[in-house]
Structure formats: structure tokens, C-alpha cells
């Protein structure tokens, strides 16, 4: 058996003045020292091994964080290279619109009011003729009852009027382009967002009409009393595009889904219209939200953002849109837009069933470029 003196050794790790002993206890007492080293050793080693973990495992994350720093970055950095490739094709088109359309539209429209003056003549001389020979010549009169005379008085006035409404109006949608891209104006100006509003309203006209599968969206104005807002107008009206069309798309979706529903439910129309189901609205509203920023506010009454991706909608390339239809850049592109070129902020509000909100805040005064690149 081991001595008292022995088994306190053992107790207190004291393992290597065993006394040797070629009986049982002695034997037994040898094999627990073994055994109680090697667990020690083991420990050791273990203790390294998690020690030399902890210090990969702080690097691996080190490096991941850098790797996503610089993804995120690459990230930004495409978004700003296909931004300006957008805007630089965009210049393009006007520039072939205005030089192939706007040229000849102006001879046209500089030469109606001539026309107009030309044709009040010639029928002023008409009537003329009519009063001081009221009984022209059977060939005459015969030549004036196929010709209409009267009719043809009438309407080559109003033929006039509506060829100076259409030269006005493709006037007005050039100037709209121009305004929309502003490609020539680079640095930081002075405008008035309402103008921006309206110009890309104008560009979207054709698809704000009526629809066979459904009905007009309407659009309120909620304009405030804003002052002159020194952004870049140009990229500032493409946030606008990009909001606009993402609100007529989600109307739209909401029409199908309506006529769908009347087709397999056969729902009474009147019930829909009257649930408000069947309207198509987009709000625009633009305030002064402290003394030195504006506020736009973009809301639709549309099928909404399901709120599990909401999260998402900014990140580039992320898109609900089917294939052909989104690139999921426009979202990502505005958020750019508003937060590293202007300082704003860029935000959604939205409800399955209900619409979505976009609310835009911007300084009215900008700092410089430089500047704002410095706080990104």
C-alpha cells in the first residue's frame, strides 16, 4: 500500500519522487503517473492547437472583412462606371434627337404661322370676290360646290391650329430630354426640381395613358415652395426615372393581377371600383424638411415590397422583375446617386397590398465634390 506521504505527493501533482515499489500499489501508483502526464501533455498541446486556431482564426476574418471591404468597394465603383456609361449613351440619344428631329420640327413650326398668315389672306380674298360677285361664272361655281368652299374655310383653319399644337408639343418633349439629361451641365447647379419632375413625367406620358388591360394612372402633383436646389441635375432627374418607372411597373402588375382576378372570380366592377382595387394612382410630393434640405416623396398604391427583401432593394444587381424586364441596377444607382453624390438620404416605406413610398431628402446647398467624395 502507498504511504500517507506518497498519496499527498500524488494529490498535489508532485509526480516525480514516487518511491519505487515492486508490489500492487506501487505498480498502480506508476501507471497513474503515466496516465497523469500524458494528460498534461495532451492538455498542453491542446491548449497550443486552440491558441494557434484563435490566431488563424482572427487572420481568416481579417482578411475576409478586407476582401469584403474591397468587393463592396469594386461594387461601387462599377456602379459608378455603368452609371456614367448610361448617362453618356443618354447624351448621345439627345444630342441625335435634338440634331434629327428638333432642326426640322423648328422649320415647320416657324413656317405655320406664316401659313396661317398666308391663308387668312387668300380667304379674306375669297370673300372678297364672293361679296362683289355673288354669281360667279357657272365653271366657277361649279369648281367651288366640288371643292366645298364653305367646308374648306373651316377646316383649314383648324388643320393650322392642330399642326401648331403638334409642332408645340414635339417642341415641349425634346426640351423635356434636354431638361431630363442635362448631360452639358457636369457640375453642381442651381435648379428647380419641379422642372426636373415634370420632364421626366413628360418622357413617361405614353406609358401613364389609358391601358386596354387596365385603366389611366393618375398622377397628383403636391408641389411645395421650394427654392433652387444646387445638385446635379442630370442624375438627379435619372433617380426620378428610375423611381417613377418602379412605380408604373408595380401599377401595372396590379392591373394584371386585377384583370386576372375579374376573369377567374368574375368580380362585379362596381364592387372593385368601389373597394378601390381599380385605381392607379401615383403621388408626388416635394416639401422643405428643415431649413436646409428639400424632401420628394414618390408614393404608388401598388402591390408593395414583400418585407423579407426590402432589406435588399438597394444592393446592386438585386432585382423581382422577371428576366428582360430588370437589371437591378436602378434602385442602386439612385441610392449612389443620393447619398455619395448629393449627401441625401434615399428611403422605403412598403406594404404588401398597400403601395410603396420612396422618400428622397437632399441639402439645397451642396458642399463640392470633392468634399462629398472625402465623406464616402
Request: a negative charge; aromatic letters at 4%.
Amino acid at each position: 500500500m502507498p504511504t500517507l506521504q506518497q498519496l499527498e505527493r500524488f494529490q498535489v501533482g508532485n509526480l516525480g519522487r514516487m518511491t519505487r515499489s515492486q508490489d500492487e500499489s506501487g505498480q498502480l501508483l506508476k501507471a497513474f503517473h503515466r496516465m497523469a502526464q500524458e494528460i498534461f501533455q495532451r492538455e498542453q498541446h491542446l491548449k497550443q492547437i486552440n491558441q494557434v486556431l484563435q490566431v488563424s482564426e482572427a487572420k481568416e476574418r481579417s482578411r475576409s472583412q478586407a476582401l469584403e471591404n474591397s468587393l463592396r468597394q469594386l461594387k461601387r465603383m462599377q456602379l459608378k462606371l455603368i452609371q456614367s456609361e448610361k448617362m453618356s449613351s443618354l447624351g448621345q440619344l439627345v444630342a441625335g434627337i435634338a440634331h434629327e428631329i428638333n432642326n426640322p420640327v423648328n422649320f415647320i413650326h416657324g413656317n405655320i404661322s406664316h401659313i396661317s398668315r398666308y391663308s387668312h389672306d387668300l380667304l379674306d380674298l375669297v370673300a372678297l370676290y364672293q361679296h362683289h360677285y355673288p354669281a360667279p361664272a357657272t365653271e366657277i361655281q361649279q369648281q367651288a360646290d366640288e371643292m366645298d368652299i364653305e367646308f374648306l374655310q373651316i377646316d383649314l383653319l383648324k388643320v393650322l391650329a392642330s399642326m401648331q399644337l403638334g409642332t408645340d408639343r414635339i417642341r415641349e418633349i425634346v426640351l423635356s430630354l434636354r431638361n431630363f439629361s442635362r448631360l452639358d451641365e457636369a457640375d453642381i447647379k442651381a435648379v428647380d426640381i419641379h422642372q426636373g419632375i415634370d420632364s421626366t413625367l413628360m418622357i413617361l406620358q405614353n406609358r401613364l395613358k389609358s391601358k386596354p388591360k387596365g385603366g389611366e394612372i393618375e398622377v397628383t402633383r403636391e408641389y411645395g415652395n421650394l427654392p433652387l436646389v444646387e445638385c446635379y441635375p442630370g442624375q438627379l432627374n435619372q433617380v426620378f426615372m428610375n423611381l417613377l418607372v418602379n412605380a408604373i411597373d408595380t401599377l401595372e402588375e396590379k392591373m394584371d393581377r386585377n384583370v386576372s382576378r375579374v376573369a377567374n372570380d368574375a368580380l362585379d366592377e362596381s364592387m372593385e371600383s368601389a373597394s378601390g382595387e381599380g385605381s392607379f394612382a401615383i403621388r408626388i410630393q416635394t416639401a422643405i424638411a428643415e431649413p436646409n434640405s428639400v424632401q420628394i416623396t414618390i408614393t404608388d398604391n401598388g402591390v408593395g415590397i414583400p418585407e423579407e427583401i426590402q432589406n435588399q432593394l438597394f444592393d446592386p444587381f438585386f432585382t423581382t422583375k422577371s428576366i428582360g424586364k430588370g437589371t437591378g441596377l436602378g434602385l442602386s444607382i439612385s441610392h449612389q446617386i443620393i447619398t455619395e453624390k448629393h449627401g441625401g438620404t434615399l428611403q422605403c416605406v412598403s406594404q404588401c397590398g398597400s403601395g410603396t413610398e420612396f422618400t428622397i431628402a437632399i441639402p439645397i446647398q451642396q458642399k463640392s465634390g470633392k468634399d462629398l467624395d472625402k465623406t464616402h
